[in-house]
């Protein structure tokens, strides 16, 4: 029982590229979380899925994108990277909305240089 | 909007001391409150959680959390700590019947030092 999956476990871009970030999670759960944590900061959430096929902004959305592309699976997108994006990124679910556990990725570590 | 203020960012304690992380929280309705926990390279996992009921919740490692109405917080304690406490902690609140988000605090990194 894996869990929450996300890929890479690191990431290194330049300034511009593009790339996406992969989150599957293996426990049913309906409800799916896109987390940033910086220093200082604790985690910011980025986008948010309530149940399939629904997407919301979360509190720092500019700059990604977020596709839930089926009940297991929410991919985070970021269209041109800039280095104010370097940061480690978490998904997240739980059963049903933010009153039940989240249950964390390993995160996924990314500098943009 | 809702916000949590973690009042200590770092709190070194010898082992077998007790311990208290602090966290406040600013909202307009009530509230769900949450303790995360996260050990180095890893993600976070939830310690304890508030929905309602007693106001004083419990972990299975010995931490308990109290929620003060009157006071807007949800301190953290731990009788007597033991190294393998060592790992940030995180407060999180989320509103009630708002399809609330989550929010973090800053976090908090215990260090248990033998």
């Known amino acids: 029982n894996a869990g929450v999956t996300q890929t890479p476990k690191f990431q290194v871009l330049k300034t511009g590229q593009s790339m996406t970030l992969q989150c599957a999670q293996d426990?049913?759960?309906?409800?799916m979380y896109w987390y940033r944590q910086d220093p200082g900061m604790g985690l910011r959430l980025i986008y948010y899925?309530?149940?399939?096929?629904?997407?919301d902004k979360g509190e720092v959305p500019n700059g990604y994108n977020v596709s839930r592309l089926n009940k297991r699976e929410f991919s985070l997108r970021l269209e041109s990277a800039a280095p104010s994006q370097t940061s480690v990124y978490f998904c997240?679910?739980?059963?049903?909305?933010?009153?039940?556990?989240?249950?964390f990725g390993n995160g996924t570590r990314l500098t943009v240089t | 909007a809702q916000s949590v203020t973690q009042l200590d960012s770092q709190v070194p304690v010898f082992e077998e001391a007790p311990v208290e992380l602090r966290c406040n929280y600013s909202?307009?309705?009530?509230?769900?409150l949450f303790w995360y926990v996260q050990y180095p390279n890893q993600g976070l996992q939830l310690l304890l959680k508030?929905?309602?009921?007693?106001?004083l919740v419990e972990s299975i490692n010995g931490f308990e959390a109290e929620f003060n109405k009157s006071q807007t917080s949800f301190h953290l304690r731990k009788p007597s700590v033991h190294i393998s406490d060592t790992a940030e902690y995180f407060c999180?609140?989320?509103?009630?019947?708002?399809?609330?988000?989550?929010?973090f605090g800053q976090g908090t990194e215990l260090s248990v030092k033998p």
């Open positions: 997240a679910s739980s059963e049903q909305g933010h009153n039940s556990p989240l249950h």
């Open positions: 426990m049913n759960h309906n409800s």
């Open positions: 899925s309530a149940s399939e096929g629904t997407t």
């Open positions: 909202s307009s309705v009530s509230v769900y």
């Open positions: 508030y929905l309602s009921g007693s106001t």
């Open positions: 999180a609140v989320s509103e009630r019947n708002q399809g609330g988000k989550l929010i």
